[in-house]
């Protein structure tokens, strides 16, 4: 009679089902610095990843989905060296996932920065390290918003960058690319650091002939500490 | 799972043996059952996740020896120890940690008077290690065990002693991960008490 609840019961423990959402049997690392725009650590910065199923930003790193289609797998805060790991296992069903830096005081759902798209193959031997995450106070920086103003039908701006010191809040590991025909650019909004000189830099296309002929300019433009309207005129 | 499957075939198979005499005269073969039931302290030891991020609650275990070879007792056993996850940040965001193994076992009496007795074992299993978030499995891990023990049994009765025991365990998870981690989640280290009852049966086929 022993023999037989021991049995059951022994065997009892392994009798569960092997489908988990996790897969244990492997660990991912995480690892990166926050620091401020004065390169000294962000201590105690709340940092969070979270795995999420197919493309829910766009190309433009807008959020299509809220929170509720996100499982949080684990969190944690930057220690005195503003330095932060986080060993987690990967979601058998998910394949992407978003690590969010500190929270916007706006609302629940962005991170004060952002590394999304993420996916298996942007880790090197299981780890993924991203050396400095530079957060920037509001205070620290302006709003510019560059429009485009277009008279001539035949030509248009395919392309518009800043190329200077910006309070970025998103890094997008996989973008997709698109063939299609770029739309032309109308306006733009940077958030740039304040009192610095940087560049404007455009793509313009134009057709003549039915030939797509392109150029890029590149203008230079003063950074103050008020919010900014730069205009470019075709 | 086809692992789990053969092993435990293979365990049933003897369980259910039928009764042998052994033909040789000074009988060094002896189907003797012995069956222990124990409650288990864990006491993780060392940099490890099991002992960093986990406070272990209770757990249980069994052995059934049924054979024996020249003193030597052979047999089987499994545990169950469930443990709570106290740091998040870096066990992951679930709650519970469940441990649970099978393994092969050998033990070895050493008579010390009429009523205490030494057992030293050595056993080598399999095991399954689940995190757990409201209930519900969240991830598993598979890998392997080895101990080496002793317990100090006291007769209460012809067919009942009461035992305390100590035992070291070494458990290799598999893992894949970086070199930076892989030690701290991909072994534990275990240092467990055991408080129980073995029962024994007289006969000697």
């Given at each position: 009679?022993?023999?037989k ?41 709340e ?6 199923n ?7 790193s ?98 518009l ?11 997008n ?22 009192n610095?000189?940087?560049?404007i ?19 230079p ?9 730069y205009?470019?005129?075709? | ?24 005269t ?54 169950y ?63 392997t065990?080895?101990?080496l ?57």
């Amino acid at each position: 009679m022993c023999k037989k609840i021991f049995f059951f019961a022994t065997f009892a423990l392994f009798v569960e089902s092997c489908n988990v959402p996790y897969d244990g049997d492997e660990r991912y690392l995480f690892e990166t610095t926050v620091v401020d725009s004065n390169n000294n650590p962000i201590i105690n910065k709340e940092v969070s990843v979270y795995f999420y199923n197919g493309d829910y930003y766009d190309n433009d790193s807008n959020f299509i989905f809220g929170e509720r289609a996100f499982d949080n797998i684990i969190s944690g805060n930057t220690d005195a060296n503003g330095t932060i790991k986080l060993a987690f296992p990967f979601a058998s069903n998910r394949e992407n996932l978003v690590i969010k830096i500190g929270k916007e005081s706006s609302g629940f759902l962005r991170g004060e920065f952002e590394l999304i798209n993420i996916k298996k193959q942007n880790f090197t031997n299981y780890k993924l390290l991203e050396p400095k995450i530079i957060i920037y106070n509001f205070d620290e920086v302006v709003n510019l918003n560059v429009n485009v103003l277009n008279s001539n039908s035949s030509k248009y701006i395919s392309k518009l960058e800043f190329l200077g010191i910006e309070k970025k809040s998103v890094k997008n590991f996989n973008i997709i690319e698109s063939n299609a025909m770029a739309i032309p650019v109308t306006s733009s909004l940077y958030i740039p650091l304040k009192n610095q000189n940087a560049t404007i830099k455009y793509e313009i296309t134009e057709i003549i002939n039915g030939q797509l002929l392109k150029s890029i300019v590149e203008e230079p433009i003063s950074i103050i500490d008020v919010n900014l309207t730069y205009t470019i005129t075709l | 799972m086809i692992k789990k499957i053969v092993f435990w075939l293979l365990f049933s198979a003897i369980s259910f043996a039928q009764n042998q005499e052994s033909k040789s005269t000074e009988k060094t073969v002896k189907f003797e059952e012995t069956f222990r039931i124990y409650y288990v302290i864990p006491n993780q030891i060392g940099n490890h996740s099991l002992a960093k991020d986990y406070e272990n609650r209770f757990g249980f275990g069994s052995k059934l020896t049924l054979v024996s070879i020249k003193n030597f007792n052979l047999g089987f056993g499994g545990e169950y120890v469930a443990y709570t996850i106290t740091d998040k940040s870096s066990a992951g965001n679930f709650s519970k940690g469940n441990y649970k193994n099978a393994f092969f076992l050998v033990n070895y009496p050493i008579p010390i008077s009429s009523k205490f007795t030494i057992n030293s074992n050595a056993a080598i299993g399999v095991l399954e290690f689940t995190q757990r978030e409201n209930q519900v499995r969240q991830s598993h891990q598979n890998g392997t065990n080895f101990r080496l023990g002793m317990s100090t049994d006291y007769e209460l009765g012809k067919e009942v002693d009461v035992f305390f025991g100590i035992d070291y365990i070494y458990t290799k998870f598999k893992l894949n991960a970086n070199p930076e981690i892989i030690d701290y989640f991909g072994k534990s280290n275990n240092l467990q008490f055991t408080i129980g009852f073995n029962f024994k049966s007289p006969k000697q086929y």
